[in-house]
């Protein structure tokens, strides 16, 4: 079957699509509308969100799936970036979104795998070492597999671990159900995906969206062009006639995927040949920048061996001040902000949106 996603590019065509068809039951809803036209992001707020535990992902499918009765709170319609209600509400023409500053930075920290600068780590660690919150969420990296996992973490030590790139999985919401157990303010690093189900959970009224959003203080957009299925790492260790424990860094830049290999020599893929494994439900995104985040964060635009830095929320800019107080940043003017319109454009274009 030919998989499209349809979001953003079909309520383009169609302002009243899907509206013929909110009779179904929620998970019906979700099926029809958003995993049956392979318009899933992946972002895990449905399964995460479920105070009936009913759903759980299915990596194969690229969509959760229902494993337990629902109880037809509707939270997880309330939370999905995918549905087109909430799409529509989300819809912006901006590439850069509102914001406040935006400025180059990094980390004066030395982070062995901090790529692009190393800005998210020295906040969170600044976030973490000054009790601002209990945890962080955020990607870590079996560096033996090379698959991406979601971690929680609570010492600020554990975040060199996780510092790097990922480019397979944007599962970040999906620990937020433990994290919210124990921890009144975390943070959270995600692609624009997750940080609008974030959006979504702050604006809503439901109870369970409720809950979640209180506990969220910060949350660290990273800029996102597109993000791959799990198959990325086997077909990259297969075109570099590799094993992944070989593979030591990442990089996306300039059409091309740079791999580091533990050896110390360099590699280089199109990404025109891993066009194939690019999740179905990334053909319908027209978010770059994570434009509902407090801090967004990318290399587009970025001087050499530093980070763009979007600050858009009061709340943001608080954080980065206090790390830059703290001596973890290095910051310069001088982003090249048509780079980044640029790239966002080719995003909507090339998903004709
Ligand atoms: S969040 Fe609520 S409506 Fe959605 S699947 Fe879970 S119980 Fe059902
Ligand atoms: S986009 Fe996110 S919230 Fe919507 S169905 Fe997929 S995983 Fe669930
Ligand atoms: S392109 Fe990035 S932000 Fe968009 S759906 Fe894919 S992972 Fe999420």
């Known amino acids: 079957m030919e998989r499209s996603a349809e979001t953003a590019a079909d309520l ?20 029809k509308l958003v995993w049956q036209r392979y318009a899933c992001s992946g972002c895990r707020a449905c399964i995460s969100i479920c105070p009936a535990g009913a759903l759980e992902y299915d990596i194969g499918q690229n969509h959760p799936h229902q494993i337990l009765p629902c109880v037809d709170c509707r939270a997880c319609l309330e939370v999905c970036p995918r549905l087109l209600a909430n ?12 914001y406040m500053v935006i400025m180059n930075a990094r980390s004066k920290m030395d982070y062995a795998r901090a790529q692009n600068g190393g800005a998210t780590t020295a906040l969170l660690t600044a976030a973490l070492d000054e009790d601002l919150i209990d945890c962080a969420l955020v990607m870590g990296l079996d560096p033996w597999s090379h698959e991406p996992y979601p971690r929680i973490v609570h010492d600020s030590k554990d975040l060199k671990k996780c510092a790097g790139s990922r480019y397979s999985s944007n599962a970040i919401l999906e620990p937020m159900k433990d994290s919210i157990k ?12 997750s940080v609008q ?9 439901n109870e369970f969206a409720a809950r979640f959003a209180q506990r969220v203080r910060f949350v660290i957009g990273l800029f996102c062009f597109e993000a791959y299925e799990g198959t990325l790492i086997p077909e990259i260790s297969r075109l570099l006639g590799t094993q992944p424990w070989y593979l030591h860094k990442m990089n996306i830049g300039e059409g091309k995927i740079s ?16 066009a194939e494994h690019v999740k179905p439900g990334c053909k319908g995104c027209e978010d770059f ?30 954080l980065f001040d206090i790390a830059n107080e703290m001596g973890f940043l290095e910051v310069a003017d001088g982003v090249d902000i048509e780079a980044i319109e640029k790239t966002g454009r080719l995003k909507l274009k090339k998903d004709g949106i």
């Not at 799409?87 to 509102?98: A, E, K, P, T």
């Not at 124990?182 to 995906?193: E, R, S």
């Not at 990318?298 to 858009?312: D, E, N, Q, Y």
């Open 197 to 205: 189900a974030i959006g979504l959970m702050r604006e809503s009224s």
């Open 259 to 274: 791999v580091k290999l533990r050896d110390g020599s360099h590699r280089s893929i199109s990404l025109r040949d891993l």
């Open 289 to 318: 920048t994570a434009k509902l985040s407090d801090i967004s964060i990318g290399s587009t635009g970025s001087a050499p061996g530093m980070s763009t830095v979007i600050l858009r929320t009061p709340e943001g800019k608080g």
């Open 87 to 98: 799409v529509r509400h989300l819809l912006s023409s901006q590439i850069l979104g509102n």
């Open 182 to 193: 124990n921890a009144k303010n975390i943070a959270l690093v995600g692609t624009p995906c």
């Open 12 to 31: 383009k065509a169609d302002p009243q699509r899907g509206n013929a068809e909110l009779l179904l039951s929620p998970i019906g809803e979700l099926e």
